[in-house]
Each structure stands twice: as C-alpha cells, then as structure tokens.
C-alpha cells in the first residue's frame, strides 16, 4: 500500500474512531450541563449497547433492524435506573461524592456483564453486507458508513433538539442556572433524569454501531470512557458541539500515531492530549477562558 492509500485508510479509520469519541463525549456533555456531573460510567452504556445487540442477534435471533431500536430501549431503561437509584437519592450530596458514585456504578456495571456474557470478545454482523468500497486505494468498510451516518444524525438530532424544542431548551435552562430554572417552573428532578436517558441512548447508538468492526466485552467502557471524556474537556467541558468536533479530532491523531509510530501507543494519546489541554488551556479549545456551563447545545 502506497502512502496515499495509507494516508486515506488512517482518516477513514479515524473519523470512524472520532465519531464513536464525539457520541461518548456528547454522553459527557449532556449530563455535566444538567447535573455538574463527570458520569464516568458513559463508557458502560457503550458497552451495554454492544453486548445487547449482540444477545438479541445472536441468541434470540431477533432481525438486526429491530435489535437495534430494543438495544436503544433497553440501555436508555438502564441509564433511567442507574440515575433514579443511584444519583437522585444523593443529589443533595457533594458533587465529589456523585462523582465516585458514577465509579462505583461503572464498577458495577461492568460485573453485572462479566456474570452474563463473561470475558470473550463478541462479534456482530455488518449492518449490511457488501464487499469493501475501495477508494484512493484504501478499503472502506461498509459499516463506517453507518456508524458515521449514524454519528451525524445523532448530532444533528441532538442539536436540534437543545435549540428548537420546548424540553431541550428547558434543559439548556438547567445548565445555566438549575435555581432559576426551577424558579420558572421547570422540573429540573425530570430534566437530569432526561439527561441520564438520553447519555444512555447515545452510547448505546455508539455500542451497537462499532460493534461489528471493532468486537465488544464487558471491558471496554473505561476505555471508551477516558476517550469520550478527554473529546469533552478538549472541545471545551460543556460545549457538546466542541466535544463532536474533538473527538473526530483525537479519532484522527490517534489513527495516525498508531499507523506511523505504534499500534501499542495509540490508547495513550487520548491521555497525552487531555494532559497538555489541562496544562496549556484548560478550558479546551471551544471554552472560554472561564471555564464553566453553556446554555446552548
């Protein structure tokens, strides 16, 4: 393969990457501007998306296309629960506190998977079938176009949802000020439940996409989770249009680092980037020099 094909091959696979980072990182994004919460079990709710699919294809032998909208179902019911018997009980507690709750949960989470599909590896059909596209000399997938289809509708859907509708706007009401949100009749009880729903949609579109090129185990969100996570604070923690373009962005640069330096080094730049944000502008390249909640999707 020639330099060109190569250099096509890593931004395919990169955007590819990016956009599973940039719906892990809207995850992140969502629930911080309704609660002040770092959820670090979003990385779960992937994985949930992943391994259910996978049961409802291959054990139940349910058709693809309606395995995927029960998956969405199911891991959004998960994210209901997880924020209903886990965060709302604590709200009145510290934010440090909430924030190790959502560790602990991750820790459950990932157990609870473990006991049901153990520690292999599991695999998913392509969404369609078909030989590979070749273009410029690379192989492209047909998957990457759904996951990248998948991944724009989402943020389109997201983005017209927090700007146009009543409830998102309430939302991006929450953000701002929960107080005087709550002054103006806003339930803001449903707002954060609403949120935790939709985080957990999000990663369940991202699980059940990227299952069938990249494989699932009950490991993978903390992974996932750091990722999405580092797309969040380099887009500018909030700013869920920063954290999509961030993480196409950190998709790329990793898939090149690991085409033309190391495979084995390619996990340790999204580590490598959150650190020199934190250290050279800490409200990520989208924020303000301030760092603190957006109002606005």
Known sequence: ??????IVQYLVTGLTLGSIYAMVGLGFTIIYNATGIINLAQG?????????????TATLRIPMFLAF?????????IGIIYERVFINPLKQTSLITLIIVTVAVSIFFR???????????????????????MFAGAAILPQIFW???LSLLTVILMNLFFNRTITGKAMSAC?????????????????????????AT????????????????????????????????????????????????IGIIESFSAGFISSGFKDAIALIILILVLFIKPSGIFGSEEVGKVKQF
Do not use: H
């Open 1 to 6: 393969m020639d330099l060109q094909s190569q």
């Open 44 to 56: 779960e709710f992937v994985m949930f998306g992943g391994l259910i699919m996978v049961f409802l």
């Open 69 to 77: 909208f029960i998956t969405l179902a199911l891991v959004t019911v």
């Open 111 to 133: 157990g609870i998977a473990m006991f049901i599909w153990g520690k292999n590896p599991y695999s998913l059909p392509p969404f369609s079938s078909g030989k590979p596209i």
């Open 147 to 149: 996951v990248l289809g």
């Open 175 to 199: 953000a701002g000020n929960r107080l005087a949100a709550s002054l103006m009749g806003i339930n803001v009880s449903k707002m954060i439940l609403l949120s935790f729903a939709l985080s």
């Open 202 to 249: 999000l990663g369940a579109i991202a699980g059940a996409s990227i299952t069938p090129i990249a494989l699932m185990e009950y490991d993978r969100g903390p992974l996932l989770a750091l990722k999405g996570f580092c797309a969040a604070v380099l887009g500018g923690l909030g700013l869920g249009t920063g954290a999509v373009v961030a993480g196409f962005i």
